[in-house]
């Protein structure tokens, strides 16, 4: 059983100002992995997550989540999923706590089994010393682990994480990604939606990539790198220490008979990643070692985003 499974799925936003945020979705989430689904803001990824909770109606076509329909089993859905909402608020005059007791008896949970859970979680998450502070004062990172602790209250199946480090400094992002590792060790399915590619890369075997409402490509990472290696004319990248060096590297090389490009710090070639290093070194450019491309999610990304642009859907 797949933990994530949507046919044909379309969401129309009416108004005066008709947005198609999905159109004709087709994602296929299997269990007990990290699943990163990736694209730029305004995609339709917090669009898809809310209709996999019952939050939002599709217009069209069907969600079924832990084999439950998303829309007529909406509140079994929702006891058997954890959720982390980008944006999640909390009472700011309750202590952490507090705030999770009162989450967890929202869900179901009696006073006794709410306190104690909420303590066990407050332990997991790092914050069993916070746990009797008012949230008020807890800094942007202390509020994402407690947003992380009420979405696993009640032990779910599966966790869907809506852009969870956003605004997080780097230890806290180190933390996030060690805690989403022992939430996959555990056997649960854990979705992440975000526009951070590093994350994908430092996380996710499995990912969708979301553009304009629709799922470009989607699968594990061994497989989808080896489509785009099929399709694309790049065989190699160069990844720079910034973005100047990068643009540097592909002057040097016009007039050589190279159909190189540049995105960011990275430098595409049509060239094996051996003679990559050997044609950038006759052009006078010291480059750190050459990668066999798509080297990682950023080049499934480049790769699609620029093939959808130019109208190759």
């Known amino acids: 059983m797949l933990a994530v499974e949507t046919k044909g799925l379309v969401k129309v936003y009416g108004g005066k100002r008709r947005v198609e945020a999905l ?81 967890g008896m929202l869900d179901g949970m009696d006073r006794g089994e709410a306190v104690e859970k909420a303590r066990e979680v407050l332990e997991e998450v790092g914050l069993a010393d916070a746990g009797d502070k008012p949230v008020k004062g807890y800094s942007r ?36 990604k060690e805690y989403v590792s022992g939430l996959r060790r555990r056997g649960k399915t854990v979705v992440i939606s975000t526009h951070l590619l590093e994350e994908v890369g430092s996380l996710c075997s499995h990912a969708a990539l979301i553009y304009q409402g629709r799922i470009l490509v989607q699968g594990e990472f061994s497989s989808v790198a080896g489509r785009v290696a099929e399709e694309s004319p790049y065989r190699s990248v160069v990844v720079f220490p910034n973005a100047a060096l990068a643009e540097s590297a592909l002057r040097a090389l016009t007039g050589r008979g190279v159909e ?26 010291e480059a750190p070692s050459a990668t066999r491309f798509p080297a990682d999610w950023a080049d499934v990304f480049f790769h699609y985003v620029t093939r959808a642009r130019r109208g190759g859907e």
């Open 260 to 285: 190189a490009v540049v995105r960011g710090e990275r430098l595409y070639l049509p060239l094996e990643p051996g003679e990559a290093v050997e044609a950038l070194k006759k052009a006078g450019v």
């Open 23 to 103: 159109r004709g979705v087709d994602l296929e989430v299997p269990t007990g992995v990290v699943y990163g689904l990736f694209g730029p803001n305004g995609a339709g990824k917090s669009t898809l997550l809310s209709i996999l909770i019952g939050l939002v109606l599709p217009t069209r076509g069907e969600a079924r989540v832990l084999g439950l329909d998303a829309v007529r089993e909406s509140l079994e859905v929702r006891r058997r999923v954890g959720v982390l909402p980008e944006g999640f608020g909390f009472y700011e005059h309750l202590t952490g706590l507090e705030n999770l007791v009162y989450l």
């Open 141 to 176: 990172g202390m509020r994402q682990r407690l947003g992380v602790a009420q979405a696993v209250m009640k032990d779910p199946d599966l966790v869907l994480l809506d852009e969870p480090t956003q605004g997080i400094d780097p230890e806290g992002v180190a933390w996030f």
